[in-house]
Nanobody, 125 residues
């Protein structure tokens, strides 16, 4: 059974930093491309960042470019998202998702087979 679990969310002041983590089990981690999505109530899920299965390609959403870094550690079956200079607009539920063989092209949510339950990030003024 595949399990995907996010952690690291919380309450942070604007301008602060957070590091989100995602660990997976029940699948061959390095065969999957991975992504971070976020969603606020009443809005569609949007991609924050993705990384291809081989780690060669990454993309970042326009709203987070220059402030976040995605990385993966295949030995630990883990995905990370380092977020800096957080703003109120970064408040959302953040989800980790896996796409078998995904190379991080056109990372639409429907392309991802496995999802975690999410971790809440709340940025306060």
């Amino acid at each position: 059974q595949v399990q995907v679990v996010e952690s690291g969310g919380g309450l942070v002041q604007a301008g602060g930093s957070l590091r989100l983590s995602c660990t997976a089990s029940g699948l061959t981690f390095d065969q999957y491309g991975w992504a971070w999505f976020r969603q606020t109530p009443g809005s569609e899920r949007e991609v924050v960042s993705c990384i291809g299965w081989d780690g060669d390609r990454t993309i970042y959403g326009d709203s987070v470019k220059g402030r976040v870094t995605i990385s993966r550690d295949n030995a630990k079956n883990s995905l990370y998202l380092e977020m800096n200079n957080l703003t109120l607009e970064d408040t959302a539920m953040y989800y980790c998702a896996a796409q078998h063989g995904g190379a991080c092209y056109n990372p639409y949510p429907h392309k991802y087979q496995y999802w975690g339950q999410g971790t809440q990030v709340t940025v306060s003024s």
